[in-house]
């Protein structure tokens, strides 16, 4: 069965630090990668995605991920973050056999402090 | 603000009540979805509908009952729940059908809470 695990439960930043949030799938087949985020009372908007191609992705707000196929992974990325990005980040992977079934990790808590 | 709209925002309800929680969307988007959200707790699949038919059932309950009555609106009928029901439920939907690659589009989702 697939599963996602999120390496960090509970981060805490001081503003302009710089940001990795880790990110391992199990799965043998071919996947599509996705990270969401969830702002305080808002709904899970996504940041960017990786289907196939280039592996370093670039999504909104100056996030990146990069998937490393060998490793299973798929790094959040941020050289340096605001208050405004003090969020729940949730990475999610789907077989590309079954795309409806999203699988999410545990999620974890961004705090960026002024 | 999302373009799926899901509404109420907030139902409470006894455990003996009938209640529906409504999803819609007017992006063209032919896969519909119900998860379940725990507090602290990453989303959890219930249900995924492609062009209108049931294609996704993860061993749901029976007491939890989805309805697709068409390409824009996803209904979730609550009958006889329990308290451990009591989650953010959120409803989403993403372009083509199950099979595409195309992300998932959430929205707010309704909290409900079981007495």
């Known amino acids: 069965a697939q599963s996602v695990s999120q390496h960090n439960h509970h981060v805490i930043l001081s503003e302009a630090a710089s940001l990795e949030l880790g990110c391992n799938y199990s799965?043998?087949?071919?996947?599509?990668l996705f990270w969401y985020v969830q702002y305080p009372g808002q709904h899970l908007q996504l940041l960017l995605k990786y289907f196939s191609g280039d592996p370093l992705v670039k999504g909104i707000k100056g996030f990146e991920a990069e998937f490393i196929k060998s490793k299973f992974s798929f790094n959040l990325r941020k050289p340096s973050v605001q208050w405004s990005d003090t969020a729940e980040y949730f990475c999610?992977?789907?077989?590309?056999?079954?795309?409806?079934?999203?699988?999410f990790g545990q999620g974890t808590t961004l705090q960026v402090k002024p | 603000d999302t373009e799926v709209t899901q509404t109420p925002k907030h139902l409470v309800m006894g455990m003996t009540n009938k209640k529906s929680l409504k999803c819609e969307q007017h992006?063209?988007?032919?896969?519909m979805y119900w998860y379940k959200q725990k507090a602290k707790k990453p989303p959890e699949l219930m249900f995924v509908?492609?062009?209108?038919?049931?294609?996704i059932n993860e061993s749901v309950p029976s007491r939890f009952s989805p309805e697709c009555p068409n390409s824009s609106l996803l209904n979730l009928h609550l009958h006889a729940l329990q308290p451990e029901d009591s989650a953010l439920y959120l409803c989403?939907?993403?372009?083509?059908?199950?099979?595409?690659?195309?992300?998932?589009?959430f929205g707010d989702g309704t909290r409900l809470s079981i007495l």
């Open positions: 992006m063209g988007h032919r896969a």
């Open positions: 509908y492609s062009y209108e038919k049931l294609s």
């Open positions: 989403a939907s993403s372009q083509g059908g199950q099979t595409s690659n195309q992300p998932q589009h």
């Open positions: 799965y043998g087949g071919t996947v599509n």
């Open positions: 999610a992977v789907n077989a590309r056999s079954n795309t409806g079934k999203l699988i």
